[in-house]
């Protein structure tokens, strides 16, 4: 299976901040990423597909980049509603795998 | 718009079957792959396996022994069996629709779950 490594498992930032949060695979995945939102007892939210392209209707603040094994989602200017766990996902070789998630709550 | 709904018993005794059901709408279950998936307390998502194409499944090989993936088209509903559970098996429950895009030949240049479910929480416990 092919690990996936998120970091930080956590941070604390403030509304209107920039995060960045960065996922490692394990072997070269091209760019077979993708990236969510969940919000605890609600639905995960997919963000980020293919490593970069944003999924229709998701604010542009988010962008996501890279290739092969090294990833990073970027939250340009953090919104109250961002406050969450964000996860990253291969989709290159089944079984797909997850990342552990970083949660980003309040400063 | 496409929505899911877990549906299960919240506990189950070790040893036994567990069963979910993952209700659809918006969304023929015949039409696409839908997965399970699930997250232990404080681990991380762990992907079950899915269903597509009104029967053809693919499991995750650490849970293939003990897992079964149908689905009853005239409900629009998917199902999750897991037998001889044990505590490990305690998690909130995803059922989520698996996408392809920009696909052509039967080939998809990107894959990813694009609806997921609220979840439900199933206890192993005596």
């Known amino acids: 299976d092919i690990q996936m490594t998120q970091s930080p498992s956590s941070l604390s930032a403030s509304v209107g901040d920039r995060v960045t949060i960065t996922c490692r695979a394990g072997?070269?995945?091209?760019?077979?990423l993708n990236w969510y939102q969940h919000i605890a007892r609600g639905a995960p939210k997919l963000l980020i597909y293919?490593?970069?392209s944003l999924q229709s209707g998701v604010p542009s603040r988010f962008s996501g980049s890279g290739s092969g094994t090294d990833f990073t989602l970027t939250i340009s200017s953090l919104q109250p509603d961002d406050f969450a766990t964000y996860f990253c996902?291969?989709?290159?070789?089944?079984?797909?795998?997850f990342g552990q998630g970083t949660k980003v709550d309040f400063k | 718009q496409v929505q899911m709904q877990e549906l299960g018993p919240g506990l189950v005794k070790p040893s036994e079957t567990l069963s979910l059901t993952c209700n659809v709408s918006?969304?023929?279950?015949?039409?696409?792959?839908f997965s399970w998936i699930r997250q232990p307390p404080g681990k991380r998502l762990e992907w079950i396996g899915h269903?597509?194409?009104?029967?053809?499944?693919n499991y995750n090989p650490s849970l293939r022994s003990r897992v079964t993936i149908s689905v009853d088209t005239s409900k629009n509903q998917m199902t999750l069996k897991l037998s001889s559970v044990s505590a490990a098996d305690t998690a909130v429950y995803y059922c989520a629709r698996y996408r392809g895009r920009d696909c052509a030949g039967g080939m998809c240049n990107y894959w990813y779950f694009d609806v997921w479910g609220r979840g439900t929480l199933l206890t192993v416990s005596s």
């Open positions: 918006g969304a023929s279950i015949s039409s696409y792959y």
């Open positions: 293919g490593a970069s």
């Open positions: 996902q291969q989709s290159y070789i089944a079984p797909w795998t």
């Open positions: 072997q070269n995945i091209t760019t077979s």
């Open positions: 269903i597509y194409f009104k029967g053809r499944t």
